[in-house]
């Protein structure tokens, strides 16, 4: 069974690099079929697509955070990564990541990351 | 890039039926989408993808209570029998080449 697990501080400051990884369990991140991906959810409100990420490293981000979003992949330990800067109050939010074919079929359980002084 | 326009709002009483729509925007009719359920305090979950043939395939375990249909540029989810695990938001979602995009979802509520 795939199992997806966000980890990292719940707590980031303004200004600051937000940072999450995402473990895989359960499948191998490196398989062929697959992308893997990061989603949003302020407080309240609707989902939001913050990138994408090929085990080769392939990236494709959403245009609205390109210019401070960085996800990266580790194939050695199954995991994939979320660098996001210059993080405002507008950045809190649940982060999910995921697996995706040409949609998100595997979400983990999410992570809330908020963003305070 | 295409957009995905969802009703906020839906109600239903248990036991009945409902059809939650996701409609796609002008040039992009013939795009699939997937159907995602949000319970209360839990990650989404998917439900299934669907093309505008209205031909669908669910993801593993999907109850048979839900079905998937179109029309032009609509996106249909339907549910039947309705139970109270089905009070959740929903969420449409689509893709082109280099972008996933979601709808601003719909919330169920079971009376």
């Known amino acids: 069974q795939l199992q997806l697990q966000e980890s990292g501080p719940g707590l980031v400051k303004p200004s600051e690099t937000l940072s999450l990884t995402c473990t895989v369990s359960g499948g191998s991140i490196s398989s062929s079929t697959y992308y893997w991906g990061w989603i949003r959810q302020p407080p309240g409100k609707g989902l939001e697509w913050i990138g994408s990420i090929y085990h080769s490293g392939n990236t494709y981000y959403n245009p609205s955070l390109k210019s401070r979003v960085t996800i990266s992949v580790d194939t050695s330990n199954n995991q994939f990564s979320l660098r996001l800067s210059s993080v405002t109050a507008a950045d809190t939010a649940v982060y999910f990541c995921a697996r995706k074919t040409d949609h998100f079929d595997y979400w983990g359980q999410g992570t809330l990351v908020t963003v305070t002084s | 890039q295409p957009v995905l326009t969802q009703s906020s709002s839906a109600s239903a009483s248990l036991g009945s039926s409902v059809k939650l729509t996701c409609t796609l925007s002008?040039?992009?009719?013939?795009?699939?989408i997937a159907w995602h359920r949000q319970q209360p305090g839990k990650a989404p979950r998917y439900l299934m993808k669907?093309?505008?043939?209205?031909?669908?395939n669910k993801g593993s375990g999907v109850p048979d209570r839900f079905s998937g249909s179109s029309s032009g540029a609509d996106r249909y989810l339907s549910i039947s029998n309705l139970q109270s695990e089905d009070e959740a938001d929903y969420y449409c979602?689509?893709?082109?080449?280099?972008?996933?995009?979601f709808g601003g979802g719909t919330k169920l509520t079971v009376l």
């Open positions: 669907l093309d505008g043939s209205g031909s669908y």
């Open positions: 002008s040039g992009h009719r013939n795009y699939l």
């Open positions: 979602e689509t893709w082109d080449s280099y972008t996933q995009v």
